[in-house]
Structures are given as C-alpha cells and as structure tokens.
C-alpha cells in the first residue's frame, strides 16, 4: 500500500471517527442538555492540553527532519569524497589509476542498485558494501609513489578514503527509526487525549463545529503520519536518495 494511501486513509479515518462520536453523542445526550454551560476549566485545560501537545508534535517534526537532513548530507559527503579520490588519482599510472576507477564504479554501482535496497527493506548496510570499499582501500594505500608528484597526492588520496568511510559508516547508522518507541506512545496517546478534549466542550451537531472537528483530527493524523514517514530516512516515502552517487558518477545509471 502506498505511504500517500495510508495518510489519506487515516485523515479520513480521524476525520470518520469524530464526526460518528459527535453525531453519536448528541444523539444520546439529554434533551435539557446545554452544550453553553461547558465549565471555564475544561475549555482552560483543552487550551492548556492542545498548546502541550503542539509542541510536543513541533519537537518530534524538527527531530526526524534534522536526521533526514544529516542522512542526506552522509550521502553527499561519501559521494563527494569518492569522486575526489577518482579525480586525483589522474597523476597514478594508467593500469594503477584504472584499477582503483573500476574498483570505485563497483562499489558506488553496488551501492545504487543493490545496498540501497537492502537499506530501505532491511534497514541496515551490507557486507558486501563494506568489502568493496576495502578493496578501494587497498588498491590506494598498498601503491607506493614513484616520484614527488604522485607522493604529494599521496596524502590527500587516504584523507578523502577516511572521509568517505566515515560517512559510510555515519549512513549506516541512520538507516533505522529515529523515535523510540516510547515517544511513537507519547504521540498516540497526546493525540487520542487531544481530540478527546474536544468532546468535553460539547460540541453540536452543526455543520460548521463538525467541519472544524474532522479538519482538526485531520491535521493531527497529518502531522502523525509526517513523523512517521520521516522518522526511517531511506525507506519511505520522503526518502534519502542516492542521486549524489549518480550525479557523481554519471556512468552509474539507475
């Protein structure tokens, strides 16, 4: 099922569930009931409630989106790092350059087409991922420059090896859920409370306080289901891609 299907499901769902308890409600309630004579301190402690749990829902979308940020930026960084090292070595030997090039096309189109997928099913990065890269690695550092020239690329060539294994590293351990659990149980219960709240000021069966009931449930399932799809950066719908590698590595094709 979609990611999009399922937040038009549970804003409809949200929306269904308060219209039927309102309408459900005003239907049982008492004939001298009188929905104005709703007490200063509910409507004190609906305010009071609704203004927590804003910015509670505030935190937890500024939380997920900063992780989603740094995970597009450990990409950026492993891409940007190993298309130095295929532009550096130039100054190697035709057979030595050619071989770390081939051994870095391996590993990014490995990385594309294959680790990705095992990142958004599996949440986690390969083996064989890692064994590429070591393989880059060596092809780099067991090389011993011939002149001045090649040694001063030298250097800069294991900086930007360190550099991208870093990041790679750094992307591994954003692949799962950035919110415990006991948060996602915070939120549920915050939200169930809140609408729950608007039921204590004894809303009416017209249509404008319906309309304005279901859209308020609404924007909390959206705002719920925005989390949620953001909280796993390479799996979902707003997702991490891997567009750094191809726009690196032209040769890559998805």
């Not at 071989?99 to 986690?124: N, P």
Request: proline share 5%; aromatic share 10%.
């Amino acid at each position: 099922m979609s990611d999009w299907l399922v937040l038009v499901l549970a804003m409809l769902g949200a929306c269904a569930v308060v219209v039927v308890v309102t309408l459900v409600r005003h239907k049982r309630a008492p004939d001298d009931e009188d929905p104005s004579e709703t007490p200063d301190v509910i409507e004190y402690m609906t305010m009071w409630i609704g203004v927590v749990y804003a910015i509670v829902l505030g935190l937890a979308i500024a939380g997920v989106w900063e992780a989603r940020s740094a995970a597009q930026d450990y990409v950026q960084n492993e891409a940007q790092a190993l298309h130095e090292i295929s532009e550096r070595v130039r100054v190697y030997p035709p057979d030595v350059r050619d071989r770390i090039r081939d051994d870095l096309d391996a590993y990014v189109s490995y990385v594309v087409h294959t680790e990705w997928k095992a990142m958004a099913d599996d949440e986690q990065v390969t083996d064989r991922g890692t064994e590429l890269l070591q393989q880059v690695r060596q092809d780099v550092t067991d090389y011993q420059p011939r002149n001045d020239f090649e040694a001063q690329a030298y250097q800069p060539l294991l900086d930007q090896l360190a550099t991208a294994d870093q990041a790679r590293n750094a992307r591994a351990g954003s692949t799962g859920p950035t919110m415990p659990p006991v948060v996602w149980w915070g939120l549920l219960a915050g939200a169930v409370i809140t609408i729950g709240m608007v039921f204590a000021l004894q809303i009416r069966r017209t249509t404008r306080e319906l309309v304005l009931a279901g859209l308020f449930s609404a924007t909390i399932a959206f705002m719920l289901f925005l989390i949620w799809d953001l909280d796993a950066p390479y799996s979902r719908g707003i997702a991490v891609t891997a567009d750094p590698f191809l726009n690196l590595f032209p040769a890559i094709t998805s």
